[in-house]
């Protein structure tokens, strides 16, 4: 007799208990030295494995596959709806396996809650389920598994299960044993489920592929930075270095033979170290099969299988199918951004899959200046938790907090391994000459549109609105120019001319005018943020107006640059974009600080972190040398000068929160969510529902479930039609008042009722005219 755990694809309990297996013995046989398990442990494991599905067996169960697979159903004594995983534990024979009480336990407990469901079990229905539906049938069931089955009913286990004994901190060793154990389970279930190994690529090395690289490229001369970590592989390692350092390839070097996780703050920046980490021309740390795709090297944010889908040729299923593969953490290196691997501070249901993944892995964190008080403090808390479980991180940044390494420094008072610390800043290359203005940026236009004719000119504004209104007077600025120079041009009162003649004139003499930032609908900020690459590399001149969205995210180089004042760890990554390589003159200014009327401040920017910036700012004028502007960064997130600042409160707090999270209380999402900017609506303007490729998507996302019978091709038609949809989509903050209405039935897409120009971005308060 038959008995089915999943019905797409067909497959059996017995063939889905062979397929963990195999990735057990896979994941044994490779990191069996790596990993901090006995051999007692790994017989825990392989019995885990075994019995973790049986409880499928119930007719029930059964019965709701069958359906699926329109197969005749079977008789039910008792049609209760218990969850396998509680009935699973019911059918281990512990004293016949030879498990101590404690054994028992964790075997029970990893066995009950390798579904993690908000669904408590119901002790008097499951015993019922097993002694009326599974015992019945043991014998056929022993034949279909191979395997004892337990013929006594034991209600004490459910005991062991219970809320108020799961295994926790507070019991010392044996929790990480448990987190070890019951996370290898979840990743051998979910790698089984998904049809991908447990493994992949695990021969190859990166740093073997860097030291490649850099004999092909530089004669095998490596940087100061990357000597540093290339010696300090089996630590810990801290290192500030300024752009130019070869950050990438440090890291990479530090990773060696190792498993790694390589963080990034911003998905355009993954994608972008994807393609140069994959590139044969570049690093290379690239194997593609043709039953796996590319197996070295994976790509894990939100929107990574959409972008795999957009720029790599192949069928839909094999990109699917890397995707996958990387979602279980197969690779050898995983690119990603840190809500798709450091959740497990949160203790949410399920954590411990993360969490044991780190025991045998190397994590990078890259761009640590990127992120709040709050998402930094969660990283020092996950650095301290990966020491304990086996791990090793390496963080790189360009500016360090002080107070954030002494945490770290606090966190892990006895480390597994020693933590190293260095400081990469080089004197020699001069790129900046800074003048500090108090005037508006605003002020600065005409005198940015006149440079803009002979350099590579670029304005940051703090705030999208604040971008918008410099755009604006720049084309103003050009169009009297325009009117001026060119009298073949038809003069208008310009409250009577409208944006869009305004605009068109001014493009035809001066085509390289942009303006860039966040509320772009997807098709045109990716044409834009193509087009300002390919700017930044040519020979051509012009202005390009922009939001923060450019300080880490793009490798742009302009000639000029002109920011409004912003903290200083933030402004010096502003000024990474200008004169990034020192390989222009700097006896005059090219950069200029706009300190009047900014925008963003108590709102992107913390009051009291833009104060002291401001403050240690005015100490400067003309060249500001790198040893300066890390002294500044030093200064302004001094510990003792943060004292009652809400800056610091917001770290403090956060880190104390984390340490003594209660376990088991949030699910995934809500994780994810407290890792993401969830405080954003997707959007797409009323103006583009007409257009034919939106409507005929529509029709797709409605009629796929008519269409296709398998799941994964219904899935596969509505993720494609979502896709095209959201090409004309922007993320707005949800407390704008936009008039949204759901988005025909997909979950977490809306429709704004508010204008949309293809220069301007989306126009959330209702414009007019251009000078209204």
């Given amino acids: 007799m038959d008995f089915y755990a999943k019905s797409d694809p067909e497959e059996t309990i017995r063939e889905h208990t062979e397929e963990l297996l195999k990735r057990y013995e896979q994941l044994k046989k490779q990191y069996g030295d790596r990993l901090p398990l006995t051999e007692r ?3 825990l494991l392989k019995i885990m494995v075994l019995y973790h599905d049986v409880g499928k067996a119930d007719a029930f169960f059964q019965n709701k596959i069958r359906r699926a697979l329109e197969k005749p159903l079977l008789q039910a004594a008792s049609s209760f709806d218990v969850q396998h995983n509680y009935l699973s534990i019911l059918a281990v024979p512990v004293k016949q396996l030879g498990l101590d009480k404690e054994e028992e336990k964790l075997v029970m407990q990893a066995i009950a809650y390798h579904h993690e469901r908000d669904r408590p079990v119901h002790v008097v229905e499951a015993l019922a389920i097993y002694r009326e539906n599974i015992l019945p049938i043991r014998d056929k069931l022993q034949a279909h598994m191979g395997l004892e089955i337990e013929e006594r009913i034991k209600q004490k286990r459910f005991d062991r299960i219970s809320t108020s004994q799961r295994f926790t901190p507070s019991h010392g060793p044996i929790f990480r044993r448990y987190v070890l154990l019951k996370g290898l389970l979840h990743r051998l279930d979910h790698a089984a489920s998904a049809h991908v190994p447990i493994e992949l690529s695990h021969d190859l090395a990166v740093g073997d592929y860097v030291n490649r690289f850099m004999e092909r490229e530089f004669n095998g001369a490596k940087k100061e930075l990357q000597q540093f970590t290339e010696a300090n592989q089996d630590k810990h390692v801290v290192v500030v270095a300024q752009t130019g350092m070869g950050k990438t390839e440090a890291g990479l070097l530090w990773l060696g033979r190792e498993k790694g996780f390589f963080t990034l703050p911003l998905r355009v920046s993954l994608n972008a170290m994807y393609d140069r980490i ?8 690239t194997h593609v099969t043709d039953e796996h795709g590319e197996t070295a090297t994976g790509l894990l944010h939100s929107t990574s299988l959409d972008y795999l889908l957009d ?19 197969a690779n050898k290196l995983v690119i990603s951004t840190i809500d798709q691997v450091l959740k497990f501070p949160f203790f ?7 969490y044991a993944t780190m025991a045998a892995s190397k994590l990078i964190i890259d761009e640590l200046q990127a992120y709040n008080p709050k998402i930094a403090a969660l990283l020092v808390r996950a650095m301290a938790m990966i020491d304990e479980i086996g791990g090793s991180f390496l963080i790189m940044t360009a500016t360090l907090p002080d107070f954030y390494y002494k945490a770290l420094q606090r966190e892990l008072k006895q480390p597994n391994k020693p933590l190293r610390y260095g400081e990469f800043i080089d004197d020699r290359v001069k790129r900046h000459n800074v003048s500090i203005r108090k005037k508006s940026i605003l002020d600065c ?5 006149e440079a803009g004719k002979t ?3 670029l304005m940051i504004c703090n705030t999208v609105d604040q971008a918008r209104e410099l755009y604006k007077e720049v084309v103003r600025q050009l169009h009297k120019e325009v009117v001026l120079h060119h009298p073949n041009t038809e003069q208008q009162i310009e409250g009577q001319q409208n944006w869009t003649e305004i605009h068109k004139e001014v493009v035809q003499h001066y085509p390289n005018i942009h303006l860039l930032h966040s509320r772009f609908i997807q098709k045109d900020r990716k044409r834009l943020e193509s087009k300002i690459m390919a700017f930044a590399k040519s020979e051509q001149t012009g202005i390009w107006v922009t939001t923060q969205l450019v300080e880490a995210s793009l490798d742009i180089d302009f000639d000029v640059l002109y920011s409004e004042m912003a903290s200083l760890d933030s402004l010096f990554q502003r000024l990474g974009r200008c004169n990034r390589r020192g390989e222009k003159p700097i006896d005059v200014t090219n950069v200029h600080i706009l300190t009047k009327d900014v925008s963003g ?22 060249v500001l040398m790198e040893t300066k502007k890390h002294a500044m960064i030093q200064r302004l997130y001094d510990e003792e000068a943060l004292v009652g600042t809400a800056f610091k409160a917001e770290f403090d707090e956060t880190l104390k929160q984390l340490k003594f999270r209660p376990l088991y209380e949030i699910g995934k999402q809500k994780a994810q969510s407290l890792l993401r900017d969830f405080q954003q609506n997707q959007v ?9 490729e939106v409507q005929q998507a529509i029709n797709n996302w409605e009629n796929a479930n008519k269409q296709f019978e398998r799941k994964a091709d219904i899935k596969r038609a509505k993720r494609k039609a979502r896709r095209t949809i959201e090409k004309y989509s922007v993320s707005v903050n949800k407390f704008k008042n936009l008039g949204l209405s759901d988005f025909y039935g997909i979950k977490g897409l809306h429709i704004a009722e508010c204008r949309y120009d293809a220069t301007l971005g989306l126009l959330t308060d209702e414009i007019e005219g251009f000078f209204s």
């Fill in 348 to 354: 949410y249901l399920g954590f411990e899959k993360e």
């Fill in 278 to 285: 994959v590139n044969p021309d570049k690093i290379g740390f």
């Fill in 684 to 692: 797409v303007p009323t103006m583009f529902l007409d257009l034919d």
């Fill in 41 to 43: 442990d790994w017989y």
């Fill in 311 to 329: 720029t790599i040729e192949g069928d839909d299923a094999m990109l699917e199918k890397v995707h996958a593969q990387s979602k279980e953490f």
């Fill in 455 to 457: 350099k590579k000119v």
């Fill in 601 to 622: 401040v108590g709102s992107v920017y913390d009051q009291d972190i833009y104060q002291r910036s401001l403050d240690l700012l005015s100490e400067q004028s003309g």
């Fill in 445 to 449: 236009a005409q005198e940015a549109a």
